[in-house]
């Protein structure tokens, strides 16, 4: 979606797609990418340059921290399109979709420490290599949850095998 300019900004508050990319670390070619996923909404100016709020910096900035924890850009977007297009977002905005993104962060971060802690013993996934995989998981009595490394995931053996 393209943004003309509707109401002043000042040109100290505007950044080239050069001056974002020298500040972020990011290619051009990266912005233009994210501008397409819907992570940045540069304003134009009348000659059709593309212009960004220094505030653009800081979602950029978040999108590559996200990126680095696993998040998709599909997931990073989802959160950014929370946050205002036309203004920098406030500290309340941003307080709001942080509390949100915990959730998601604290979420992960359990899965970690439960691959963390189980990755040297039997996880559920079937492939009972293990010797403790024949206590555990007798059977394959995990594949009744689902697909995939069952116990990482959440599930518990069953107590009555």
Known sequence: ?????????????????GELADRTGLSVSAIRFYEEKGLVHPMRNTAGQRRF????????????VAQEF????????AQLRKLPENRAPSKADWTRIGKEFRVHLDQRIERMTALREKLDGCI????????SCQLYNAGDAAARHGRGPRYILGDAPDEDI
């Open 70 to 77: 696993g998040f998709s850009i599909a997931e990073i977007a």
């Open 1 to 17: 979606m393209e943004t003309f300019f509707a109401m002043p900004v000042s040109n100290n508050a505007l950044l080239t797609i």
């Open 124 to 131: 559920g996934c079937g492939c009972l290599s293990l010797q």
């Open 53 to 64: 709020l220094r505030a653009d910096i800081r979602r950029l900035s978040f999108a590559l």
